[in-house]
């Protein structure tokens, strides 16, 4: 048994404000702490159910965020940017499941802490449709799933606050989702102490873990092409994606993609938003 986890940072027990997740913040060098022991807390629950490996990708902002030498020196960990494949580099058919730790609601959602799409400054939001389902709102745990399907690997559990929690049921059916907090409003929490939410992750990771070896997740696998259509925060973000080869404008600040796969859709994000990023003065 292989575990694939992805980590990402405003889904962590006690982070409410980008004063915490940004490099340059007054309290990023707790939250990058606290972000660690949740970050291994499932890679424990991992262990304990078994596993005999664990890779550990870092999925927040420059993905160099995870203090290497306070994770159980069991794992390996995957840091640093760019990554084709951003949030899940690295899963691969060896990895018998994926969890998510510290994720966020999608862009736009009510009472959800921090809450975006890949890339907040530009993503205000972000729909996907597939073969015989139309467009509807998703988040990054939904996109991610769909890259890990490609590889027959399951989700089997998300931990965040209770919006993305709430979410990700409801995306992505019957996993392991785990609250740390629940939101109230985008920056603000009513969080579960650190060490409580790191109790709670390794049970939940272990329980997934369990759940992955009886075969009882099934990957997340919908039927191409996978429709991307974002609303950015202007015309002039949507004018730079557009550049992209395939890309279609839908509206003065909207651009449409059919992604042949979860790569592609995962690539195609990428470019848009780092192309609409440039544009931003
Ligand atoms: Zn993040």
Request: hydrophobic content about 40%.
């Amino acid at each position: 048994m292989q575990v694939y986890v992805s980590v990402d940072m405003e889904g962590i027990a006690g982070v409410v404000h980008v004063d915490q997740t940004r490099r340059t913040g007054h309290d990023y060098e707790r939250a990058r702490r606290w972000m660690t022991l949740e970050a291994n807390a499932a890679v424990l629950g991992a262990f304990d159910a078994g596993a005999r490996a664990v890779l550990v990708n870092d999925s927040h902002g420059d993905m160099r965020n995870l203090l290497i030498e306070e994770l159980d020196p069991r794992a390996e960990i995957l840091s640093g940017s760019l990554k084709p494949r951003s949030m899940v580099e690295g899963v691969a058919a060896q990895f018998q499941v994926a969890l998510f730790v510290g994720y966020h609601a999608g862009a736009g959602s009510r009472a959800g802490v921090l809450d975006h799409t890949y890339y907040g400054k530009v993503v205000q939001r972000c729909r996907l449709g597939h073969d015989g389902v139309p467009l509807r709102e998703v988040n990054e745990a939904l996109l991610n799933a769909i890259v890990c399907g490609m590889y027959d690997v399951p989700v089997g559990m998300v931990t965040g606050d209770s919006t993305t929690c709430a979410q990700t049921r409801e995306l992505l059916g019957d996993i392991v989702t785990v609250q740390v907090k629940e939101a109230i409003t985008r920056y603000a929490a009513r969080s579960a102490s650190p060490e409580h939410a790191r109790a709670k992750i390794r049970e939940g990771a272990r329980h997934a873990v369990q759940r992955a070896a009886a075969r009882e997740l099934r990957p997340y696998r919908p039927a191409p092409p996978h429709v991307l259509e974002i609303d950015f925060v202007n015309s002039a973000c949507a004018d730079a994606a557009e550049l992209v080869p395939g890309t279609r404008r839908v509206s003065g600040t909207a651009t449409r993609y059919d992604a042949p796969d979860g790569e592609v859709l995962l690539k195609v994000i990428q470019a848009w938003t780092i192309l609409a990023g440039s544009t931003v003065v």
